[in-house]
């Protein structure tokens, strides 16, 4: 591989606990003629002195903005408002593909500077599957906090846990199921996630993916208690849920989870609210005759941050090694180039410094 400098940055957000590269395999970087810089920072779940202790330099949180230039800029959510030009190369997850609030914001900023946008929703092999994700733990804490909400044992604010931890808190407190529960996007990754939480806490949840999806049964989505959403879409489908839906006599439905959390997106299949929850407010009541709450979290992973990020990293790091601009990142690249040109950036060759 050619040289290549890794800078791990301080992650914006105060909820924030996940990493996209772990101590271990920060030493495998290192040892494989990387150079990785990480920043420091007060909420990454693991501590700066075992990255140096893996060989990595350290920088203050947030230096990345006055990075070499050829550096390349790691995280995984949002930048912070500033600078206003990009210049680097980034890799994160920068939700700007679908229409989503502060797409144009954020593209334009990489066009005012030069930079490029290697986004990791779209590091994907020749299928168009993704090479890493955080799918899994995702839908097994949204499935998890579902199960406590409606057991009345959710408590606020959240905070970070341990998995063996937060299964002690899902164990049924009788000998059946206590409620129904419905998975739809059963079989993806965070579907998996969804049907492995809810199997901890005592229910075999109804499974629906694209069969039951294509001609949705509605009224059969509402006679359940529980509902976890972990479809991904791709393209516009008719809404799972709508306005009307919750207002219907015979809904049973009393618990939400979106594990998506495209809010705001013309592709989201539950446009029933217009913003998401938080850890100091994880439920919002949509209906109050009968009740209905929903959460919406969209770092749902980041509430397990030890076990979210050691599999993730471990799915990332081969990549990193071969970082450039072809294969995977290559279709990350061309997925930037694509979406300045719909949003009017024209960006041209200067994206393969």
């Known amino acids: 591989m050619t040289e290549l400098h890794l800078w791990l940055r301080h992650e ?3 909820t924030e606990r996940r990493t996209p590269v772990v101590p271990d395999d920060a030493r495998r970087l290192v040892d494989n003629g990387v150079e990785l810089t990480v920043e420091e920072s007060p909420q990454r779940v693991f501590p700066i002195e075992e990255y140096e202790a893996a060989g990595c ?24 408002g500033e600078p206003a030009a ?49 799918g899994f733990w995702a839908g097994y804490l949204g499935a998890a906090l579902a199960v406590l909400r409606h057991r009345g044992r959710l408590r606020a604010p959240l905070v970070p846990t341990t998995k063996a931890e937060l299964d002690e808190t899902l164990e049924p407190a009788g000998a059946g ?9 059963a079989l993806g990754r965070s579907g998996r996630g969804a049907r492995t939480a809810f199997a901890t806490a005592g229910v075999d949840p109804t499974c629906w993916d694209l069969a039951e999806t294509r001609d949705l049964d509605r009224a059969a989505l509402l006679r359940h208690d529980v509902m976890v959403n972990a479809v991904l879409a791709t393209s516009p489908v008719p809404p799972f849920l709508r306005e009307q839906d919750l207002d219907a006599p015979e809904r049973r439905l009393r618990t939400l989870c979106d594990v998506t959390c495209d809010v705001g997106s013309p592709l989201n299949v539950l446009p029933v609210y217009d913003e998401t929850t938080s850890w100091d407010e994880p439920a919002r009541r949509l209906r109050d005759q009968p009740p209905l709450d929903l959460i919406a979290i969209d770092n749902l992973p980041s509430l397990l941050p030890l076990e979210s990020s050691t599999d993730f990293s471990a799915a990332l790091l081969p990549h990193l090694l071969d970082f450039g601009v072809t294969g995977p990142w290559g279709r990350c690249l061309d997925r930037f180039r694509q979406a300045g040109r719909e949003y009017g950036f024209d960006k041209g060759d200067d994206l393969d410094h």
């Open 12 to 14: 914006a957000r105060t």
């Open 57 to 80: 330099r350290v920088a203050p949180a947030g230096s990345w903005e006055s990075a070499p230039r050829d550096a390349v800029v790691l995280g995984l959510k949002e930048l912070p």
């Open 86 to 134: 990009l210049t680097h190369r980034h890799i994160f997850f920068g939700h700007a593909y679908k229409g989503q609030p502060g797409a144009a914001d954020l593209l334009g900023r990489f066009a005012a500077g030069g930079g490029t946008l290697f986004d990791l929703e779209y590091l994907v092999d020749d299928s168009g599957r993704r090479l890493a994700a955080f």
């Open 177 to 185: 199921p206590d409620f129904t529960g419905l998975v739809v996007g």
